[in-house]
């Protein structure tokens, strides 16, 4: 995820003139970049993780509360059916 935003990545400048790529370099070593890249990428994940399993729990609990409320529709729509036959409604 933070790859595709190019947020490491080097400037134009840098690029250009070695003195700034080594500004770059020793700067991006003192601040330990690269490590919190990494565990920022990481967390980032783990909660992209959890938001899919929670959504999926929402969709199954969904999905079994219509399938009770289709089971309920049935048994009803069957109690009528023997009502009718036996001549009580």
């Known amino acids: 995820m933070i790859?595709?935003?190019g947020i490491k990545d080097r400037s134009k400048v840098a690029w250009n003139l070695s003195q700034?790529?080594?500004?770059?370099?020793?700067m991006?070593?003192?601040?330990?970049?690269?490590?919190?890249f990494k565990d920022i990428e990481f967390?980032?994940?783990?909660?992209?993780?959890n938001t899919k399993f929670f959504l999926q729990v929402l969709d199954s609990h969904k999905s079994?509360?219509?399938e009770w409320?289709?089971?309920?529709?049935?048994?009803?729509?069957?109690?009528?059916?023997?009502?009718?036959?036996s001549g009580m409604g």
């Open 3 to 5: 790859a595709k935003l």
């Open 20 to 26: 700034y790529e080594r500004v770059y370099e020793e």
């Open 28 to 36: 991006k070593n003192e601040f330990e970049i690269n490590s919190r």
């Open 43 to 49: 967390k980032l994940n783990l909660i992209q993780q």
């Open 64 to 66: 079994n509360m219509l």
């Open 69 to 85: 409320i289709i089971i309920v529709l049935i048994s009803f729509e069957c109690i009528l059916m023997i009502m009718e036959m």
